[in-house]
Structures are given as structure tokens and as C-alpha cells.
């Protein structure tokens, strides 16, 4: 089998090594894994800027091409499939773009608006995680709630759907249909209409798995992206 470059990049409140059950299956395949921590996560920590969408997106594209690399993969997470969404047209020698549960486009303007209202309100899920409520203790420059507003919003969404249509590498969406923070019904019905004319596109389900998948379906998600590789070897 082909071997790969590839590079992980996380979700919203997440961290380099949370999936690392995932990528060490991966490395002893014989492909080099990249992980980082983004700006304001993990052990990345400044909190002297406010980061948002478009700030990861010019953040992730210098340290993906930094590298020089060649034969690379991009896997993206939640918020980090929303990155990729966006900048994978940029990535130098890109293979393809695998996006776990990514944030996107499929919420209408009446629930992205009540999704934001949730977030203020702090009833929405990702305002419980411990990275979140820690983070908005801090009171500096940095505000997660910020961020959140940002994913869910118009101009994000516009950019996500704009850019995805400049990828010109196969694309694989795959989701988990018991996801409780990115609705499976939804997305899988936006990019199948988004995607209906790219012939490199697969949306792949993972039965019963959250929005994590690697923590419950590690064994399904492994076969997954092994059934990437191969359509694109």
C-alpha cells in the first residue's frame, strides 16, 4: 500500500492526541501522521489574540505547506473539517480530504440562529465542555464564545461552501448517524445535493457512532479510511 503524509486537524475545545488510538492503527501502517495543537488549544496556549475561523485557516495552511511534503492526506474534525473545508484547495501534493463530522453549511438560517442563541445562553452542549467554561474564566483577549459564534455563522458558512467547490483532490465525508453536536440528517442530505456532480465524492456512515467516532467505533472508522486509500491507490 501507498504510504502518506498526513495531518490531523482537531475540533472546537480538542487537542492533538485525542485521537490517538486512531492514528496509532495508522503509523503502523507505515504512513507518517502530523498532529498539532491549535492556537488557544491543547499546550498551544497564548490567549493574546482572539482567533477565529479565518485566523486557523491562514494558521493551518502555513503549517500543512511548511512541510514540502508529498503524498499528503488532510483529516478534519468537527471544527478542523470546517478548516480543511475551506483551505484544502491550498494544500501543495493533497491526495485527498477525509472530514470526520465536519461542521457545515446544512443548518438553515432559522437554526443556525437558535444554535447561536444556545451558545450565549450556555444550553448549547459545547458550552460544557471543560475547555470552554475554563477558557471563558480567563478573561484576556481570548473569548471561545467568540469562536463558536463565529462556526455558526453566515460568513463561515458562505466561505465553507464556496471553497469546498475548489478542491480538486476526492473527498470523503464520513459521519456518524448518532452525532450530538453536528445533526447527521442534515448534513448528509447537504453535501450529497452539494456534491452531486463530483464524481470523487463518498459520503461513508458509521452506524450508532457519536461525534467522536474513534472513541466507541475505532474499528469502523480504521476501516473507513483504509477504503479511502484504496480509491484512491
Excluded at 86 to 102: E, G, N, Y
Excluded at 182 to 210: G, L, R
Amino acid at each position: 500500500m501507498k504510504k502518506f503524509n498526513i495531518f490531523y486537524i482537531h475540533g472546537f475545545g480538542d487537542y492533538k492526541t485525542i485521537a490517538d488510538s486512531f492514528f496509532k492503527k495508522i503509523k503502523k501502517q507505515g504512513h507518517n501522521v502530523h498532529t498539532f495543537d491549535l492556537p488557544n488549544h491543547g499546550q498551544n496556549l497564548d490567549f493574546s489574540k482572539q482567533f477565529l475561523i479565518s485566523d486557523y485557516c491562514k494558521y493551518v495552511t502555513q503549517y500543512i505547506n511548511s512541510y514540502r511534503l508529498q503524498n499528503v492526506i488532510v483529516i478534519g474534525h468537527s471544527m478542523g473539517g470546517a478548516i480543511l473545508s475551506i483551505i484544502a484547495h491550498k494544500i501543495k501534493s493533497l491526495q485527498c480530504v477525509i472530514l470526520w463530522d465536519p461542521a457545515n453549511p446544512s443548518l438553515t438560517p432559522k437554526e443556525r440562529s437558535s444554535v447561536r442563541q444556545s451558545i450565549k445562553n450556555k444550553t448549547n452542549p459545547i458550552t460544557k465542555f471543560d475547555w470552554f467554561t475554563g477558557n471563558t474564566k480567563i478573561n484576556k483577549a481570548w473569548d471561545p464564545y467568540k469562536l463558536s459564534l463565529d462556526i455558526f455563522g453566515e460568513k463561515c458558512n458562505l466561505t465553507i461552501a464556496k471553497n469546498l467547490k475548489r478542491i480538486n483532490v476526492p473527498i470523503f465525508v464520513i459521519f456518524g448517524d448518532y452525532d450530538e453536536i453536528v445533526p447527521f440528517e442534515p448534513s448528509k442530505k447537504w453535501f450529497i445535493n452539494f456534491f452531486k456532480n463530483k464524481k470523487d465524492f463518498e459520503f461513508i456512515t458509521i452506524k450508532n457512532a457519536s461525534h467522536s467516532p474513534w472513541k466507541t467505533h475505532l474499528r469502523q472508522l480504521i476501516i473507513s479510511f483504509n477504503h479511502c486509500l484504496k480509491k484512491i491507490t
